[in-house]
């Protein structure tokens, strides 16, 4: 009665889980061989575990109506925060797509390819980041993709601490299919065409061996902020805290504090306006006088034009008593961006990285008494946009491989499997039309630069144009073995085991532009990275039935690294049936994260970063915005950050036809690896540990730089529920229905904002490290019927207060309709449909996004595609 009440209950919430296929009656056909499921070794009949698994099938992919991977594993609920794709084009690692189970960011989510690591990506993430890019698996490829909601450190080793995503490719395929879609906006611009194919033969029972190969070809157009109503006029002062986000900058005398004027001819793409345009009323900033300003919106990019092509290819041979198999992933990915012009800011001083102190290099970039642009019988502050220079723009090219060969096979009983591979990523980012800061100083000085004249000649504007270089390359080299069989019985069955030994040597080189290590480019900073480790361990792993109805698993694992040292990652877990409808799970584990690279080898990164000096020698200079260098260095006695993990859950099926899972999880992580915050740092300089950060100039007294290094630093603590279900209905004359539920309530995300700082809460905020909703959920409703199959989903996301911009407190939450329908025209083809938000929800303004980027949300959690609609036909031969 209590299973009935509760299974009701759920229903009225419209629950069922995006594919936790807990006893699904569907899986039944793989319930009398037994399998390796993600987080254990050890191959059993039961995909159930202690820890809690999401299943996302092939099907499920397909219905979601998403053309990649990322973009389907972004959408569940427990990546809620902390992730990255390629709209975030300011980034450090453009071009690429990563996940963050459990808000940790993407460093702590292990990614896999058929159970082993893959190369990171080239380019790291805020700096320091190493994460895998999603972007580069073939979707046509792919069989499954298993998450794991817990930690696994015990048998993965490091980056496991908030979970596991495992993509699953498939493992032989006979025949040949191919698939074309096409999609686009209903608002306009992002046109998207994929094309895929893969074709195998050979049957491995029969033929002895199967060959396939799998090739996916996406091309996506761009898309401007010029294209969307929401951001096409950069005129958010309709929203709170929106402000007019043209750039004042496109010609402009700074005469005082307050007062501007404007070029008395606004130089070609620039208009004379009214300076009270550009006042904060949040800040009771107040601007008199006019300025030569312009639309930013075509030069904003809201999704890059991106193209990719991606292949795998696996080959497996029966030889009797031991099998062969060999796998081959190839990707090439291309990612164009555009940005608004290099510019001169109205503070009269540039900015540039100086390579002798490590620091800042302050250019004098005032106009002086007698040049002919300065109307003034002073030196004269001004802002200018290189307009003439180009917008600036950037090309990344990502290429990465993975190649491994394998043999398996069975001794008395025993299941064993040895592999060795390699796998290499490549990272090229080409920017276009930055600015030679030492050419710009001689220009001003020398007056050759007419900053009136719109169409100075193509060789004084190439003098100032730097077109620089970025590349990196992160390299994986392993070989793994493990067996797993039965050990022996006890009264209440068989005791199961797993061993095995991984090696893996690891490298990573990030190389800058010469003329950016020389500190030639105006307002850019550097990174740096070279560093090589390498990485043995050993794991065990037990499941044994306590009774009929209780099965514990006990799981160890040691890693020795050549760089930091070593690291032992235990786990338990326990899963009790005291019924057939019900299920009590619970697990307890130790995890770690090894340093980065960029974190403990030879690295260091410059960036550059406004901070207010409330130290400042001078006391009129007191309280001042300053552009300042912030400069982090490597620091090799970086210990690993250490993790305490636990889960507590129930699985329940009352029927064949309904499961639902509810988890309740807690980690802990600490020893962070972090710096800590320039501004911080700022006010903090008197402490002892900050004695020499802040670097001045003996004239002047400004800051030239502020110098902090990683560190173990801080500590951060998380809880929350995970809820899926899932409910299918028997076949009735109207069909067969379908309901799924898929949702991640965030209790709690606790952690000290710096160094001997106390912890604080950051549910429901939106802060400079993150945006933490505290509630995200998908529902979907399915109906098949012969050959027809239509689905809706219901998106969620839970509004948070905004705390990085003045004049908003709340974002809304936002809710979207997605819908997928399909037909079998016969055996060969059929054809499907899908719209992603239906009734073209534009997502919430943001106003710290909207200032920050131009792009008025968070791109974080949403994008500004709209509505868009893909027709996909697949054909099978």
């Keep these: 009665?209590?299973?009935?009440?509760?299974?009701?209950?759920?229903?009225?919430?419209?629950?069922?889980?995006?594919?936790?296929?807990?006893?699904?009656?569907?899986?039944?056909?793989?319930?009398?061989?037994?399998?390796?499921?993600?987080?254990?070794?050890?191959?059993?009949?039961?995909?159930?575990?202690?820890?809690?698994?999401?299943?996302?099938?092939?099907?499920?992919?397909?219905?979601?109506?998403?053309?990649?991977?990322?973009?389907?594993?972004?959408?569940?609920?427990?990546?809620?925060?902390?992730?990255?794709?390629?709209?975030?084009?300011?980034?450090?690692?453009?071009?690429?797509?990563?996940?963050?189970?459990?808000?940790?960011?993407?460093?702590?989510?292990?990614?896999?390819?058929?159970?082993?690591?893959?190369?990171?990506?080239?380019?790291?993430?805020?700096?320091?980041?190493?994460?895998?890019?999603?972007?580069?698996?073939?979707?046509?490829?792919?069989?499954?993709?298993?998450?794991?909601?817990?930690?696994?450190?015990?048998?993965?080793?490091?980056?496991?601490?908030?979970?596991?995503?495992?993509?699953?490719?498939?493992?032989?395929?006979?025949?040949?299919?191919?698939?074309?879609?096409?999609?686009?906006?209903?608002?306009?611009?992002?046109?998207?065409?994929?094309?895929?194919?893969?074709?195998?033969?050979?049957?491995?029972?029969?033929?002895?061996?199967?060959?396939?190969?799998?090739?996916?070809?996406?091309?996506?157009?761009?898309?401007?902020?010029?294209?969307?109503?929401?951001?096409?006029?950069?005129?958010?002062?309709?929203?709170?805290?929106?402000?007019?986000?043209?750039?004042?900058?496109?010609?402009?005398?700074?005469?005082?504090?307050?007062?501007?004027?404007?070029?008395?001819?606004?130089?070609?793409?620039?208009?004379?306006?009214?300076?009270?345009?550009?006042?904060?009323?949040?800040?009771?900033?107040?601007?008199?006088?006019?300025?030569?300003?312009?639309?930013?919106?075509?030069?904003?990019?809201?999704?890059?034009?991106?193209?990719?092509?991606?292949?795998?290819?696996?080959?497996?041979?029966?030889?009797?008593?031991?099998?062969?198999?060999?796998?081959?992933?190839?990707?090439?990915?291309?990612?164009?961006?555009?940005?608004?012009?290099?510019?001169?800011?109205?503070?009269?001083?540039?900015?540039?990285?100086?390579?002798?102190?490590?620091?800042?290099?302050?250019?004098?970039?005032?106009?002086?008494?007698?040049?002919?642009?300065?109307?003034?019988?002073?030196?004269?502050?001004?802002?200018?946009?290189?307009?003439?220079?180009?917008?600036?723009?950037?090309?990344?090219?990502?290429?990465?491989?993975?190649?491994?060969?394998?043999?398996?096979?069975?001794?008395?009983?025993?299941?064993?499997?040895?592999?060795?591979?390699?796998?290499e990523s490549k990272a090229k980012n080409t920017q276009y039309n930055r600015i030679n800061g030492e050419e710009l100083v001689k220009a001003i000085t020398n007056a050759t630069y007419d900053f009136y004249n719109p169409s100075n000649s193509k060789a004084v504007v190439d003098k100032l144009r730097l077109n620089i270089v970025r590349e990196s390359t992160s390299t994986v080299k392993f070989a793994d073995f493990k067996v797993s069989g039965e050990l022996f019985d006890l009264p209440a069955g068989t005791v199961g085991m797993a061993a095995g030994l991984d090696w893996r040597s690891e490298e990573m080189d990030d190389r800058p532009d010469a003329a950016l290590a020389g500190g030639l480019v105006l307002g850019q900073g550097a990174t740096r990275t070279q560093g090589k480790r390498d990485v043995t361990a050993g794991f065990v792993e037990f499941v044994a039935p306590l009774t009929k109805q209780l099965e514990m698993t006990v799981a160890g694992r040691q890693d020795s690294y050549s760089d930091f040292g070593s690291a032992f990652a235990p786990k338990l877990g326990l899963k009790w049936t005291p019924a057939k409808q019900v299920m009590l799970r619970g697990s307890y584990s130790e995890g770690f994260r090894a340093p980065t690279l960029a974190e403990n080898a030879q690295s260091n990164s410059t960036f550059f970063v406004s901070v207010i000096d409330s130290n400042h020698p001078v006391a009129g200079e007191k309280g001042k915005t300053f552009s300042v260098a912030g400069v982090i260095a490597s620091n090799p006695n970086l210990e690993a950050e250490k993790s305490k993990s636990y889960t507590l859950g129930m699985v329940f099926e009352p029927s064949n036809n309904f499961n639902a899972t509810v988890d309740y999880y807690k980690i802990r992580q600490n020893k962070l690896v972090s710096s800590d915050d320039t501004q911080f740092v700022v006010d903090n300089s008197n402490l002892p540990q900050y004695k020499d950060a802040v670097v001045r100039d003996a004239g002047t007294g400004n800051i030239l730089y502020v110098v902090t290094s990683y560190r173990n630093l801080l500590f951060v603590e998380t809880k929350g529920v995970d809820l899926t279900a899932t409910w299918r209905s028997n076949s009735t004359k109207f069909g067969r229905f379908t309901a799924d539920f898929d949702g991640n309530y965030l209790l709690s995300y606790r952690k000290p904002p710096a160094d001997g700082q106390p912890a604080d809460e950051y549910v429901g905020r939106s802060l400079s490290d993150g945006t933490y909703p505290r509630f995200k959920a998908t529902v979907g409703f399915g109906w098949e019927k012969g050959d027809l199959t239509s689905k809706f989903k219901v998106n969620h996301t839970d509004g948070y207060r905004q705390e990085q911009a003045a004049g908003q407190t709340e974002v809304t939450s936002n809710t979207t309709l997605d819908w997928y329908g399909s037909y079998v025209v016969n055996k060969q083809f059929s054809a499907s449909l899908s719209v992603q938000n239906v009734f073209d929800r534009t997502p919430p303004f943001d106003a710290a996004y909207a200032s920050r980027y131009g792009i008025g949300t968070n791109f974080t959690l949403y994008d500004l595609r709209g509505r868009y609609v893909r027709a996909t036909g697949n054909y099978k031969f």
């Design 1 to 423: 009665m209590q299973l009935k009440k509760i299974s009701q209950a759920l229903l009225v919430l419209g629950v069922a889980g995006i594919a936790n296929h807990t006893f699904a009656a569907e899986e039944g056909a793989q319930k009398a061989e037994k399998i390796e499921v993600t987080g254990s070794r050890i191959k059993r009949i039961s995909s159930e575990t202690p820890s809690p698994l999401t299943i996302i099938s092939r099907k499920e992919i397909e219905q979601s109506g998403k053309a990649s991977v990322a973009e389907v594993l972004r959408s569940i609920s427990a990546n809620n925060a902390n992730s990255y794709n390629e709209t975030f084009t300011n980034s450090f690692a453009p071009g690429a797509s990563g996940i963050s189970l459990r808000g940790l960011g993407q460093k702590a989510t292990l990614v896999l390819l058929n159970g082993r690591r893959v190369a990171n990506y080239g380019f790291a993430q805020n700096l320091s980041d190493a994460f895998f890019d999603l972007n580069s698996i073939p979707a046509s490829a792919i069989q499954r993709i298993e998450v794991l909601r817990d930690g696994a450190s015990a048998v993965y080793g490091s980056d496991a601490i908030a979970g596991v995503v495992n993509v699953i490719l498939r493992k032989d395929f006979a025949g040949l299919e191919t698939t074309a879609s096409a999609g686009t906006s209903t608002e306009g611009g992002l046109n998207e065409y994929r094309m895929s194919a893969t074709g195998g033969i050979g049957n491995i029972d029969e033929d002895k061996f199967n060959v396939l190969l799998s090739v996916d070809y996406l091309k996506r157009d761009s898309l401007r902020a010029s294209e969307r109503d929401f951001t096409k006029d950069q005129d958010f002062r309709k929203y709170p805290g929106g402000l007019f986000g043209w750039s004042a900058g496109g010609g402009t005398f700074r005469v005082s504090a307050t007062a501007r004027q404007a070029f008395a001819n606004c130089p070609n793409g620039t208009v004379k306006m009214d300076a009270s345009n550009f006042n904060n009323p949040y800040t009771g900033s107040v601007l008199t006088g006019d300025v030569c300003a312009f639309n930013t919106a075509d030069m904003l990019e809201l999704m890059p034009g991106t193209e990719r092509v991606n292949a795998f290819a696996r080959g497996t041979a029966d030889f009797g008593v031991v099998q062969g198999y060999g796998e081959v992933l190839l990707s090439h990915t291309d990612t164009d961006q555009t940005f608004t012009p290099a510019a001169i800011s109205n503070s009269g001083t540039g900015t540039r990285y100086n390579p002798e102190t490590g620091g800042l290099t302050l250019d004098n970039h005032k106009l002086p008494v007698g040049h002919p642009n300065n109307p003034f019988a002073t030196t004269a502050r001004f802002a200018y946009a290189f307009l003439d220079v180009g917008p600036r723009s950037s090309k990344i090219i990502s290429d990465s491989y993975r190649v491994l060969g394998g043999l398996k096979g069975e001794f008395s009983g025993w299941d064993w499997d040895f592999a060795a591979g390699t796998s």
